[in-house]
């Protein structure tokens, strides 16, 4: 267990549907980071925030957002879902810079049908 | 913007054996750190290794070692005495001490170890 909690482990929906990814920071982390991760690919940074704040953003669709709430757990929304945006993602969380690398969570496998 | 290239897209090793991952990456920055990330087919991402930029010695922890080379914007992961647990898909990573701090992935090397 890494400390990171992600949920739920799996979801499989429609396309045309909204979702929402739910993760806990490990505790002390205050940065929590939103990666997605396509069939084979590599981790595409989505969005971080830190404690509250949105700190940084990839390269994010208009159809993804993301929040951070005053107990430091973080959601990832994704709305009007396309076969495309079936991947595993990733929550990831760190002490204030990262430096010491990031704590990953056990990501969200996310099917659209 | 940071880039990091893995140029391996899949590596085999025999059981027991030395084999070394490569990577670089571009940057004009000269204060970073640089990752190697494992993932096995749990999916879970599993820190490895650390290497500070301005530290000249390579990182080491077990059997895993380093080759950084900052000149040359390489990073290369050793793994010595290959075991099967070994095989994963294995990230590169980069990562900026100042501005947006995110962690930068390559597109990973899928390591096969032979029995």
């Known amino acids: 267990d890494s400390g990171v909690t992600q949920t739920p482990k799996h979801l499989i929906t429609a396309t045309g549907q909204r979702v929402t990814l739910r993760c806990s920071p490990r505790?002390?982390?205050?940065?929590v980071y939103w990666y997605q991760q396509s069939l084979d690919q590599g981790l595409q940074f989505l969005i971080q925030?830190?404690?509250?704040?949105?700190?940084a953003k990839g390269n994010i669709l208009e159809r993804f957002s993301a929040q951070q709430f005053p107990d430091l757990h973080s959601e990832l929304n994704l709305s009007s879902l396309e076969l495309g945006d079936s991947a595993l993602y990733f929550c990831?969380?760190?002490?204030?810079?990262?430096?010491?690398?990031?704590?990953f969570g056990s990501g969200t496998r996310l099917t659209v049908v | 913007a940071q880039t990091v290239t893995q140029s391996q897209p899949e590596m085999s090793v025999q059981e027991a054996e030395t084999v070394t991952l490569s990577c670089t990456y571009d940057?004009?920055?000269?204060?970073?750190?640089l990752f190697w990330y494992k993932q096995p087919p749990s999916r879970q991402m599993i820190l490895v290794i650390r290497?500070?930029?301005?530290?000249?010695q390579n990182a080491t922890e077990n059997r895993f070692s380093v080759n950084f080379q900052k000149a040359a914007k390489s990073f290369s992961l050793k793994i010595s005495d290959s075991q099967l647990g070994d095989a994963a898909m294995y990230f590169c990573?980069?990562?900026?001490?100042?501005?947006?701090?995110?962690?930068?992935f390559g597109q990973g090397t899928r390591l096969t170890i032979n029995p």
């Open positions: 990831a969380s760190s002490a204030r810079q990262g430096l010491y690398g990031y704590t």
């Open positions: 505790s002390g982390d205050l940065s």
């Open positions: 925030y830190y404690n509250g704040e949105e700190r």
């Open positions: 940057t004009s920055e000269s204060d970073y750190y």
């Open positions: 290497q500070e930029a301005y530290k000249q």
């Open positions: 990573a980069y990562i900026n001490v100042q501005g947006a701090q995110k962690l930068v």
